[in-house]
Nanobody, 123 residues
Framework: VQLQASGGGLVQPGGSLRLSCAAS????????IGWFRQAPGKEREGVSC????????YYADSVKGRFTISRDNAKNTVYLQMNSLKPEDTAVYYC?????????????????WGQGTLVTVSS
């Protein structure tokens, strides 16, 4: 059972990136998936999640309107499309899976984590 996050990189302010979270050993659509980030010197924060039961999506206020989470069941992958990126979005981004049916962006509710991918927003 493994999650593999990818797609990070260096982008200029106002640019876009799409992060991918690929699952192996289990089927993603049976799980709720969350994206989290941790910036240097800061605590980890929940960015977005997609609910297991009905696919509803949720976003932190800091990214609402700029980020979009989506799921491709055929590819067993969840994406985080990030637009209008800001320097304060710079962080290591992680995806994680939960068996809970509720929508949650609390890290302690997630039992399986990917390894993280670095996003740097800088000119």
């Amino acid at each position: 059972v493994q999650l593999q996050a990818s797609g990070g990189g260096l982008v200029q302010p106002g640019g876009s990136l799409r992060l991918s979270c690929a699952a192996s050993g289990f089927t993603l659509d049976y799980y709720g998936i969350g994206w989290f980030r941790q910036a240097p010197g800061k605590e980890r924060e929940g960015v977005s999640c997609i609910r297991r039961s009905d696919g509803s999506t949720y976003y932190a206020d800091s990214v609402k309107g700029r980020f979009t989470i989506s799921r491709d069941n055929a590819k067993n992958t969840v994406y985080l499309q990030m637009n209008s990126l800001k320097p304060e979005d710079t962080a290591v981004y992680y995806c994680a899976a939960t068996t809970l049916s509720i929508a949650t962006m609390a890290g302690e509710d997630y039992g399986t984590w990917g390894q993280g991918t670095l996003v740097t927003v800088s000119s």
